[in-house]
C-alpha cells in the first residue's frame, strides 16, 4: 500500500495531524481513535513524501512492548533502507543511547552496567545498613524518594533544600552517597537513562548542538505518562526546530507514582504557543457496548478537556461480570474459559488477555494455564527463570538428571571457572560428535586423550566425577542434601561475589539459588491439586521424585524461554498498566474488587481517580467482548478473607452488564464489616 493510499484510509483529523508538519503539533484523544496510527503513518509520510531521512527521526513510546509494535508497523511500510537508522524506541532506551554516545562527556567509562531497581535496591541496603539496621519499608521509601527527584530533576545537591523533614533529609544524604558509588561502580540506574543525558544536554551546548543535528523530527506515543525529565529531554532536543508530533490522552494517565505529569499537556501549550491542538473522536477499536462502559466510568473523573468518542463498530455482546467462590476458583475460570472460547469463537490464543492491577495475580492463573497446556506470555515483571545465576543453577539440575544435557553441560563446565577454554570444548565437542556421544560422555571415553592435551583432559574429568560423585550421593542418600551439598562445595557463592559489581547483588543472587532449591523442595512435596497432576505412588523411591521435581521446573524453565523468543500464539497476561497502547479481540480484567482495583493504597492515598483511568486503560483495550471477574475471597495470611465488588462495577451502566454468580442482596452493615476484613487481608498481598 503506498502512503498516499495509507492516508486516504485515515479520517480528515488524522489525515491533518500527519500532514502538518511546519511546526509543534498535539493529539489529544480518547482510546482507540487513532493516535498511535497517526505517529506511524506519519513516519512512513516523513520519509517517503517529505523526504526526510529516517535516521534523523525518533520516535518514543513508553512501553518496550509498544515500541516493539510500532517498528512493527512502521517496518510494514517503509521498504528496504528507507527505515535504515530510524529510532523507535522507550524513552530509556533513546536515553541510554545518548549515555552510550556521550560517555566521555558524562565521565563514564565504555562498559558500564545499568543497575536494574533489584540491583539499585542492594545497594541502598548496603549504604543504609552502615548507620542503623534498616527494614525493606525503608528502603523502598527512600528508593522511592531518590527516583522522585531524579524523575523531577532534582539532583542530589539540590535534594537537601528541597526535604521537607528530617526522614526526606536522611534520603538527600542516602541519594548522595547513592549517586556517588554509582559512579564508582561505573553504573547507571534506570532514572540516570534519562536524568544523565538531560543534565549533560542542559550543561553542554556542544553535545546539545551535537544531538540537535541528530534528532530533526521527534514524535512521542503516550505523552501524557511523561515525567518532568522526560518532557525536558524532548523540549532540549525539539527547542530550536519546533517540530514533533505529541499524542496522548489525559484519562489515560496512570504513571504518576512513577513521576508522570499530566500536566505536561498543558505546559506544552505555554511552551510552544503555536503549538497545533487535533481532537479525534472516532474510536475505531470497540463495540459501542465497551466504548460506552468505557465513557461511563471515566464521567466520574473531572476533566480539562472534554472529549465524546463514538464507533461504528456495532453494539457487540454485554460486558459479562463472573463472579467466583475464591480467586483460584477464578483463574480456573478465566483459564478454562479461555480454553473452550477459543475453539468456539474460531480465535487464537493470541486473542486474548487478561489483564489484573499486580504481578502477583498472575501465579495462579499461571498454574491453570499450566494446568490446561494453554500458551501464554507473561509480560513485565522480572522474571525469575531468566536471570542468570538461576539459569546456571538450572543448568546443574538439569546435567544432574541428564548427563546428556549438551547445553546444561556448557553453560555451566566452566562456571565456576575450571580453566577449560573454548578451544578444549571445541575439540571435545568434533570428538563426542564423531563417536556419537554426549558431551559429558565424550568426556569418560579414552580416545579423548589422543585429541587433547593431558592437562585438558584433566580437569575436564575433574568435572565429570566431580558431578557423577554428586549423582551418586543423590541415589543413595537424601538428593536434596546432595544438591545443597554441591553448591557449596564448588563455592558458587564466591564465583557470584567475584562476578557482581557489589558484594550485596552477589548476595542476592546467591539467595536466589537458595529460593530455586527450596521451591525444588516444595516441588518435591508439592500439592498435587496445584500442579495439576497425579498424586504419585506412595512407595516412588526419593530419586524418582527429584528428578520429577527437576524436569518439572526444567519444563517451566524452558516454557519461560520459549515465551522469551516467540509470542506468535500466546495468551498475553499482563498488567494493566503494562497493557497500555494495546489491543486484543477478547480480554480479561481480572480482581474488579475494593482494595485491589482500586487499589488500597490509592483509596488510603485518595487517588481513586487514577485508579479509575487504569479501569478505562483496561476496558478500552478490547476490541469485541470483554469478561470482568472477581472473587468473593482471596487469600491472606493463608486464611481466607471476604471481599468487596470493585466500586467501579457500579459506575458502569448496569443494562450492559451480564452478571453471572452474584450473591443476593447483601445487609449493607454485613458489607461494611466485610469490607474491614478485606482491609487487613488484602494489606499483606499487596504489600
Ligand atoms: P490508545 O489510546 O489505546 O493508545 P490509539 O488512539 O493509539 O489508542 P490506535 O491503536 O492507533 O489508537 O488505533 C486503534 C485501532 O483502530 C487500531 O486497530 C487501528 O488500526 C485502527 N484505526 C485507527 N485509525 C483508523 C482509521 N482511520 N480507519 C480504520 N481503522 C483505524
Ligand atoms: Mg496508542
Avoid at 456495532?314 to 480454553?339: C, F, K
Avoid at 571415553?445 to 589422543?450: H, N, R, Y
Avoid at 551439598?485 to 542476592?508: K, V
Wanted: proline share 3%; glycine share 6%; aromatic share 6%.
Amino acid at each position: 500500500m503506498s502512503i498516499q493510499q495509507r492516508l486516504a484510509k485515515l479520517n480528515p483529523r488524522q489525515q491533518e495531524a500527519v500532514r502538518y508538519i511546519d511546526g509543534p503539533c498535539l493529539v489529544l484523544a480518547g482510546a482507540g481513535s487513532g493516535k498511535t496510527s497517526v505517529i506511524t503513518t506519519k513516519i512512513a509520510y516523513l520519509v517517503q513524501v517529505c523526504g526526510m531521512s529516517a535516521r534523523r527521526i525518533a520516535a518514543v513510546t513508553f512501553t518496550n512492548k509498544a515500541a516493539r509494535e510500532m517498528k512493527e508497523r512502521v517496518g510494514q511500510m517503509l521498504k528496504g533502507k528507507e527505515g535504515h537508522g530510524l529510532t523507535v524506541s522507550t524513552f530509556h532506551t533513546l536515553g541510554l543511547n545518548i549515555i552510550r554516545g556521550e560517555l566521555k562527556a558524562l565521565g563514564y567509562k565504555p562498559g558500564f552496567s545499568l543497575f536494574d531497581p533489584e540491583d539499585a535496591k542492594a545497594l541502598l541496603r548496603d549504604l543504609m545498613n552502615k548507620d542503623a539496621q534498616v527494614d525493606a519499608e525503608q528502603i523502598n521509601a527512600v528508593q522511592h524518594q531518590i527516583s522522585e527527584w531524579k524523575n523531577d530533576l532534582v539532583l542530589p545537591g539540590q535534594a537537601l533544600s528541597h526535604a521537607a523533614d528530617e526522614d526526606a533529609q536522611y534520603a538527600a544524604r542516602v541519594y548522595e552517597a547513592y549517586v556517588r558509588h554509582l559512579k564508582a561502580y561505573n553504573a547507571v540506574d534506570f532514572d540516570d537513562l534519562i536524568l544523565l543525558p538531560v543534565v549533560l544536554l542542559k550543561d553542554n551546548p556542544e553535545v546539545l548542538a551535537r544531538w540537535r543535528r541528530k534528532i530533526h523530527y521527534m514524535l512521542v506515543d503516550e505523552y501524557q505518562d511523561t515525567n518532568v525529565s522526560q518532557y525536558l529531554l524532548v523540549k532540549l532536543l525539539m527547542e530550536e526546530r519546533k517540530t514533533f508530533t505529541v499524542v496522548g490522552d489525559d484519562d489515560q494517565s496512570i504513571y504518576a507514582w512513577r513521576g508522570a505529569r499530566p500536566e505536561n499537556l498543558v505546559t506544552l501549550g505555554e511552551d510552544f504557543p503555536r503549538l497545533n491542538v487535533i481532537k479525534l473522536e472516532q474510536n475505531y477499536r470497540s463495540t459501542g457496548t465497551i466504548l460506552r462502559a468505557a465513557n461511563t466510568l471515566i464521567a466520574n473523573n473531572p476533566h480539562v478537556y472534554e472529549k465524546t468518542l463514538w464507533s461504528e463498530m456495532g453494539q457487540g455482546a454485554p460486558i459479562r461480570v463472573v463472579v467466583n467462590r475464591h480467586e483460584e476458583a477464578e483463574a480456573e475460570r478465566v483459564a478454562s474459559e479461555i480454553l473452550t472460547r477459543r475453539i468456539k469463537e474460531r480465535a487464537e490464543w493470541r486473542d486474548f488477555a487478561v489483564l489484573y492491577r499486580g504481578n502477583f495475580q498472575a501465579r495462579l492463573l499461571e498454574l491453570k494455564l499450566q494446568h490446561y497446556q494453554i500458551p501464554y506470555k507473561l509480560s513485565g515483571g522480572t522474571s525469575f527463570f531468566s536471570r542468570n545465576e538461576i539459569k546456571d543453577a538450572m543448568a546443574y539440575l538439569r546435567l544432574l538428571i541428564n548427563p546428556a544435557d549438551d547445553n546444561a553441560f556448557l553453560r555451566i563446565v566452566n562456571v565456576p571457572r575450571r580453566e577449560i577454554g573454548p578451544g578444549t570444548l571445541e575439540k571435545l565437542a568434533n570428538y563426542a560428535t564423531e563417536r556419537g556421544v554426549s558431551l559429558f560422555d565424550a568426556c569418560h571415553e579414552l580416545g579423548l586423550e589422543q585429541q587433547l592435551p593431558a592437562r585438558a583432559v584433566e580437569r575436564l574429568s575433574r568435572f565429570t566425577h566431580f558431578i557423577d560423585g554428586v549423582r551418586r550421593r543423590m541415589d543413595e542418600g537424601d538428593a536434596l542434601v546432595a544438591i545443597r551439598g554441591m553448591l557449596h562445595e564448588m563455592d558458587y557463592e564466591a564465583w557470584l561475589y567475584q562476578n557482581a559489581s557489589a558484594p550485596t547483588i552477589a548476595e542476592r543472587r546467591m539467595a536466589n539459588v537458595w529460593t530455586l532449591i527450596d521451591q525444588l523442595e516444595k516441588s518435591m512435596r508439592r500439592d498435587p491439586e496445584e500442579s495439576g497432576e497425579q498424586i504419585e505412588a506412595e512407595e516412588s523411591a526419593e530419586t524418582d521424585d527429584v528428578e520429577a521435581a527437576i524436569s518439572r521446573l526444567v519444563l517451566r524453565d524452558i516454557l519461560e524461554q520459549q515465551a522469551e523468543e516467540d509470542d506468535t500464539d500466546r495468551v498475553q497476561l499482563l498488567t494493566m498498566h503494562a497493557s497500555k497502547g494495546l489491543e486484543f479481540p477478547h480480554v480479561y480484567l481480572m480482581g474488579l474488587e475494593e482494595e485491589l482495583l482500586p487499589h488500597r493504597n490509592a483509596i488510603e492515598a485518595g487517588t481513586v481517580e487514577e485508579e479509575r483511568r487504569l479501569a478505562y486503560v483496561g476496558i478500552t483495550r478490547a476490541r469485541q467482548t470483554l469478561t470482568l471477574t472477581l472473587a468473593r475471597q482471596r487469600k491472606a495470611f493463608g486464611e481466607l478473607m471476604d471481599c468487596v465488588p470493585s466500586r467501579f462495577l457500579d459506575e458502569l451502566p448496569p443494562d450492559d452488564l451480564e452478571w453471572e454468580g452474584r450473591a443476593d442482596k447483601e445487609d449493607p452493615d454485613k458489607k461494611q464489616a466485610r469490607g474491614q476484613d478485606a482491609i487487613a487481608g488484602l494489606r499483606s498481598l499487596l504489600g
